[in-house]
């Protein structure tokens, strides 16, 4: 029955199509079934809940947008994430796969790997290579856009993310499948030294946080990631190849984000008007340099421990 109803959506337009379309989905566990990107929710949800990343907003609603408007994409999105514990790119990861699928981060075709749990053992690492390249190429091949974040890439076994070249390249097909419609996230706190001291720089001269422009730090950051030996990317061919759509920098938070990062989550509990409970929070962080205490060094990972504290 699937194979017909696959038939007949082929030569299918119009209300007949989305008839089919939803009969076709509701016996089939296709990926396209519950592929259905809402890049203006998207959009929304990083510009209303992610706090002081202006440069992540803008790169992560505009690449995204312009690849899912691309219905043949020359290669897949493939955007590194860096920055500092607690500025977001977790989050934004999480966005990324609740916006993408209807089932959101509980789909099946949303992939995450953690280093310390999927690759714990450095002497493995030729093993780990030839099961991450199986378990790629089997997951783009039941779904073309298929979505894999990597988190905590600092941690990563040296030299086994470059298994992923072949899928990431602009190749039309690599082993048999075409896979130039996927989605590679990578997230690592590597290369935070340089953005810090950007945005420090920019603080003493007077400058206001959004004249930061991504100019500003491309560059810097991909030569610092490239040659970190804990970045997870340290001379891999990855980046040798220009194969990262872009990198992503996330500034560090002053004490003014961690203080909206309190306030959004004691509204989620219903109770916005603590403002007591929010300075408290904002006053017990710890920040950094010595001189000037701008940055939290935990940014706002800490905050839902801390408000249970104070309230």
Same mark, same amino acid.
């Given at each position: 029955?699937?194979?017909?109803?696959?038939?007949? +959506?082929?030569?299918?337009?119009?209300?007949?199509?989305?008839?089919?379309?939803? +009969?076709?989905?509701?016996?089939?566990?296709?990926?396209?079934?519950?592929?259905?990107?809402?890049?203006?929710?998207?959009?929304?949800?990083?510009?209303?809940?992610?706090?002081?990343?202006?440069?992540?907003?803008?790169?992560?609603?505009?690449?995204?947008?312009?690849? +899912?408007?691309?219905?043949?994409?020359?290669?897949?999105?493939?955007?590194?994430?860096?920055?500092?514990?607690?500025?977001?790119?977790?989050?934004?990861?999480?966005?990324?796969?609740?916006?993408?699928?209807?089932?959101?981060?509980?789909?099946?075709?949303?992939?995450?790997?953690?280093?310390?749990?999927?690759?714990?053992?450095?002497?493995?690492?030729?093993?780990?290579?030839?099961?991450?390249?199986?378990?790629?190429?089997?997951?783009?091949?039941?779904?073309?856009?298929?979505?894999?974040?990597?988190?905590?890439?600092?941690?990563?076994?040296?030299?086994?993310?470059?298994?992923?070249?072949?899928?990431?390249?602009?190749?039309?097909?690599?082993?048999?499948?075409?896979?130039?419609?996927?989605?590679?996230?990578?997230?690592?706190?590597?290369?935070?030294?340089?953005?810090?001291?950007?945005?420090?720089?920019?603080?003493?001269?007077?400058?206001?946080?959004?004249?930061?422009?991504?100019?500003?730090?491309?560059?810097?950051?991909?030569?610092?990631?490239?040659?970190?030996?804990?970045?997870?990317?340290?001379?891999?061919?990855?980046?040798?190849?220009?194969?990262?759509?872009?990198?992503?920098?996330?500034?560090? +938070?002053?004490?003014?984000?961690?203080?909206?990062?309190?306030?959004?989550?004691?509204?989620?509990?219903?109770?916005?008007?603590?403002?007591?409970?929010?300075?408290?929070?904002?006053?017990?962080?710890?920040?950094?340099?010595?001189?000037?205490?701008?940055?939290?060094?935990?940014?706002?990972?800490?905050?839902?421990?801390?408000?249970?504290?104070?309230?």
């Amino acid at each position: 029955m699937l194979a017909v109803l696959s038939v007949l +959506l082929l030569f299918s337009s119009g209300p007949v199509c989305c008839v089919l379309q939803n +009969l076709y989905c509701a016996f089939s566990d296709s990926c396209d079934c519950d592929f259905k990107p809402r890049v203006r929710d998207l959009e929304w949800d990083l510009y209303k809940n992610v706090f002081g990343q202006h440069l992540a907003q803008d790169i992560v609603s505009e690449e995204v947008a312009r690849f +899912l408007l691309n219905k043949s994409p020359d290669q897949p999105l493939v955007l590194s994430f860096h920055g500092s514990t607690g500025t977001g790119k977790t989050l934004v990861s999480t966005m990324l796969g609740n916006h993408l699928y209807g089932s959101a981060m509980s789909s099946p075709f949303v992939h995450q790997f953690v280093p310390t749990l999927h690759f714990p053992s450095a002497e493995r690492v030729n093993q780990y290579r030839e099961e991450l390249k199986s378990w790629v190429k089997g997951n783009l091949t039941g779904c073309a856009r298929s979505v894999f974040i990597f988190d905590e890439m600092e941690k990563m076994p040296p030299g086994l993310i470059d298994v992923l070249e072949p899928f990431l390249g602009p190749s039309h097909v690599v082993f048999r499948t075409n896979y130039r419609k996927a989605i590679y996230i990578f997230i690592s706190t590597a290369g935070q030294e340089v953005i810090t001291q950007v945005v420090l720089e920019n603080r003493q001269a007077g400058q206001e946080r959004d004249e930061i422009k991504l100019s500003h730090l491309q560059e810097a950051l991909a030569h610092e990631v490239y040659n970190n030996k804990t970045s997870g990317l340290f001379q891999s061919s990855i980046i040798q190849q220009k194969l990262i759509t872009r990198f992503v920098p996330f500034l560090p +938070l002053t004490r003014t984000h961690v203080e909206r990062c309190v306030h959004s989550q004691l509204c989620q509990r219903g109770i916005c008007n603590r403002s007591d409970v929010v300075e408290a929070v904002g006053g017990d962080m710890i920040y950094t340099p010595t001189e000037g205490r701008y940055f939290s060094t935990t940014g706002c990972k800490t905050v839902s421990a801390k408000i249970s504290v104070f309230l």
